[in-house]
């Protein structure tokens, strides 16, 4: 799932340490002058390690290639496509009753909803910006978890994975 991120990462990581090995015997040959043990050392370097980070740098890349697709199969927990008119119509008006309510009522009710299982109003909250249903951002971003847990918990796992392996490389 991550491109092979992890594997690319500990093949480095060992090349290194092969790499630094060679490095500190090269150093330590007083039978060339510094001049050729620099050479030497970067002639290792860049037979070693090139190829290991140019592994991880593809591996890198796939790696965001699937979290993009993750990305896009967990917005549709939040916000489904080909939502037809009279449900953007019924998700406009719950926008509208959030808005109007005390802040404090605004998170009672998302609260009740999540509770109930109130997936409709948890969508309309979910699937545009904060200030349209007059929520905080960490409360509209609660309503989306709790759809994406509902719906996509799988791929928002394998997501988080990738993305801290990306962090990580």
């Known amino acids: 799932a991550d491109g092979g991120t992890a594997a690319a990462i500990k093949a ?5 340490k092969d790499f630094y090995s060679l490095h500190q015997r090269t150093a330590a040959d007083e039978t060339s002058t510094p001049g050729a043990r620099l050479v030497k050392s ?7 390690l090139v190829p290991l ?14 979290a993009a697709q993750l990305e ?11 939502k037809g ?4 119509m019924r998700h406009q008006e719950i926008r509208a009753h959030f808005k109007a309510l005390p802040q404090g009522d605004r998170i009672k009710l998302l609260e009740a909803a999540r509770k109930a299982g109130d997936e ?17 951002p960490e409360m509209h971003q609660f309503a989306r978890d709790h759809l ?3 719906h996509a918990p799988k791929e928002a796992a ?8 990306r962090q990580y490389a």
């Open 12 to 16: 480095l990581v060992d090349g290194y």
């Open 42 to 48: 970067a002639k290792a370097a860049r037979t070693k």
């Open 53 to 66: 980070i140019e592994r991880l740098n593809t591996a890198s890349e796939a790696a965001a290639q699937r």
């Open 72 to 82: 896009a199969t967990i917005a549709q927990a939040f916000n489904p496509p080909n």
């Open 85 to 88: 008119y009279e449900a953007c």
């Open 120 to 136: 409709d109003t948890l969508t309309a909250i979910a699937s545009y910006q904060p200030y349209l249903s007059g929520l905080m």
């Open 148 to 150: 994406i847990e509902a």
């Open 158 to 165: 394998t997501l988080k994975s990738i993305q801290e392996q």
